[in-house]
């Protein structure tokens, strides 16, 4: 198998037409980050981000890869989704992970890997391939739009009727507010998205938690994905007013078919309200009249999906791995981590007291 990397922002020509065929064709994957155009606009922002072109037998394969530094490797867009993976067209055997890890000059690449998008990583009924290491699955809730907006809400009514029953709840409070409530699903304005960026980074330090859009010149990449307009990969915007005011807004990535959800933020001063929940509503049902088939929620199980979650799936996440001491550091940090946050989980009362040390923290952060 030949393997060439190549810089994400230089992608373009035959090999870019050929990727968007493949994530286009019945069957494929069709979601954005997993796109030419999504890799192309990561590069153009972050130098670090490649892509990794195989071939073996006329048949190619993509990954796109962020390297982190000591040969640690992220998925492509990390802060702006959690998923990613090898795109290959069918019939392309499954490489040797640790010889396309030596091409691409890594030890060790982190995923969560978005399905179906090309050879399994290994998972439940599958056999784990050398050089894969899973640490487990994570929750990754969808709306299933294939039968149109009504029929998505049904089901989510009979899935989880005490969420619909609270998403009615907030939306009628809206409505009978004394300001208009009024809804854009494509804003253009810049000012806007910095607005939500504030928003979303407040978020982050409020919690405790570290702010992946403060570093990796977040704020320039949120800018090229929303301006991004191409058939596999096409970004907007969605502003929720109440009033004149922005109460919450979206940055999502679409396909044809796929739509993402990348960052939700709100403004606090609104959040008896849950405009956030709200605005995603409206989006989904706009995703619908545009064609989309599927809204994927974003990893995580937080409540607030359930209101819109019609399937919960849950994705392999783990290493690719070679035999390098840098390797074996990582093996050794996520087995802590993963104890750790295991402990954590399974104890509710020990749960509450972190989450509520994290937010302490967090106010002390400012």
């Given at each position: 198998?030949?393997?060439?990397?190549?810089?994400?922002?230089?992608?373009?020509?035959?090999?870019?037409?050929?990727?968007?065929?493949?994530?286009?064709?019945?069957?494929?994957a069709?979601?954005?980050?997993?796109?030419?155009?999504f890799?192309?606009?990561?590069?153009?922002?972050?130098?670090?981000?490649?892509?990794?072109?195989?071939?073996?037998?006329?048949?190619?394969?993509?990954?796109?890869?962020?390297?982190?530094?000591?040969?640690?490797?992220?998925?492509?867009?990390?802060?702006?989704?959690?998923?990613?993976?090898?795109?290959?067209?069918?019939?392309?055997?499954?490489?040797?992970?640790?010889?396309?890890?030596?091409?691409?000059?890594?030890?060790v690449?982190?995923?969560?890997?978005?399905?179906?998008?090309?050879?399994?990583?290994?998972?439940?009924?599958t056999?784990?391939?050398?050089?894969?290491?899973?640490?487990?699955?994570?929750?990754?809730?969808l709306?299933?739009?294939?039968?149109?907006?009504?029929?998505?809400?049904?089901?989510?009514?009979?899935?989880?009727?005490?969420s619909?029953?609270?998403?009615?709840?907030?939306?009628?409070?809206?409505?009978?507010?004394a300001?208009?409530v009024?809804?854009?699903?494509?804003?253009?304005?810049?000012?806007?998205?910095?607005?939500?960026?504030?928003?979303?980074?407040?978020?982050?330090?409020?919690?405790?938690?570290?702010?992946?859009?403060?570093?990796?010149?977040?704020?320039?990449?949120?800018?090229?994905?929303?301006?991004?307009?191409t058939?596999?990969?096409?970004?907007?915007?969605?502003?929720?007013?109440?009033?004149?005011?922005?109460?919450?807004?979206?940055?999502?990535?679409?396909?044809?078919?796929?739509?993402?959800?990348?960052?939700?933020?709100?403004?606090?001063?609104?959040?008896?309200?849950?405009?956030?929940?709200?605005?995603?509503?409206?989006?989904?049902?706009?995703?619908?009249?545009?064609?989309?088939?599927?809204?994927?929620?974003?990893?995580?199980?937080?409540?607030?999906?359930?209101?819109?979650?019609?399937?919960?799936?849950?994705?392999?996440?783990?290493?690719?791995?070679?035999?390098?001491?840098?390797?074996?550091?990582?093996?050794?940090?996520?087995?802590?981590?993963?104890?750790?946050?295991?402990?954590?989980?399974?104890?509710?009362?020990?749960?509450?007291?972190?989450?509520?040390?994290?937010?302490?923290?967090?106010?002390?952060?400012?």
């Open positions: 198998m030949d393997i060439e990397v190549l810089a994400a922002g230089a992608l373009g020509g035959v090999r870019a037409e050929r990727w968007a065929r493949a994530l286009s064709a019945p069957g494929g069709a979601h954005p980050v997993l796109s030419p155009d890799a192309r606009a990561v590069g153009g922002v972050r130098p670090a981000a490649r892509v990794a072109v195989l071939e073996s037998d006329g048949r190619c394969g993509w990954l796109g890869f962020e390297e982190r530094g000591h040969g640690v490797g992220e998925v492509i867009g990390k802060g702006f989704t959690d998923v990613g993976g090898l795109l290959c067209e069918p019939g392309l055997p499954r490489p040797d992970y640790r010889a396309v890890l030596a091409a691409c000059g890594l030890a690449w982190r995923f969560v890997q978005a399905e179906p998008a090309g050879p399994p990583l290994g998972g439940a009924g056999a784990v391939p050398p050089g894969v290491r899973l640490l487990g699955r994570v929750p990754s809730p709306a299933d739009l294939s039968e149109g907006y009504e029929a998505h809400r049904t089901a989510v009514r009979r899935r989880s009727p005490a619909a029953k609270t998403l009615r709840k907030h939306e009628n409070r809206l409505a009978r507010g300001v208009p009024r809804y854009v699903f494509d804003a253009r304005d810049p000012q806007l998205l910095g607005t939500m960026l504030r928003w979303k980074s407040a978020q982050y330090r409020a919690s405790g938690w570290s702010d992946p859009l403060a570093a990796e010149r977040g704020t320039e990449l949120a800018h090229a994905l929303a301006g991004l307009r058939p596999t990969c096409t970004g907007a915007l969605s502003v929720l007013y109440l009033g004149d005011e922005p109460a919450a807004m979206q940055l999502t990535l679409r396909s044809a078919t796929v739509l993402t959800c990348c960052v939700t933020a709100f403004d606090h001063r609104y959040a008896a309200h849950s405009p956030g929940t709200v605005l995603l509503g409206r989006v989904i049902a706009t995703a619908a009249e545009l064609g989309v088939t599927t809204v994927d929620l974003g990893t995580g199980d937080s409540e607030y999906k359930q209101a819109f979650t019609t399937e919960q799936r849950t994705l392999p996440q783990g290493l690719l791995w070679r035999p390098t001491l840098v390797a074996g550091g990582a093996l050794l940090h996520d087995a802590a981590e993963r104890t750790a946050r295991d402990f954590i989980t399974a104890r509710p009362w020990l749960r509450s007291r972190v989450r509520g040390a994290l937010r302490r923290y967090g106010a002390l952060r400012g």
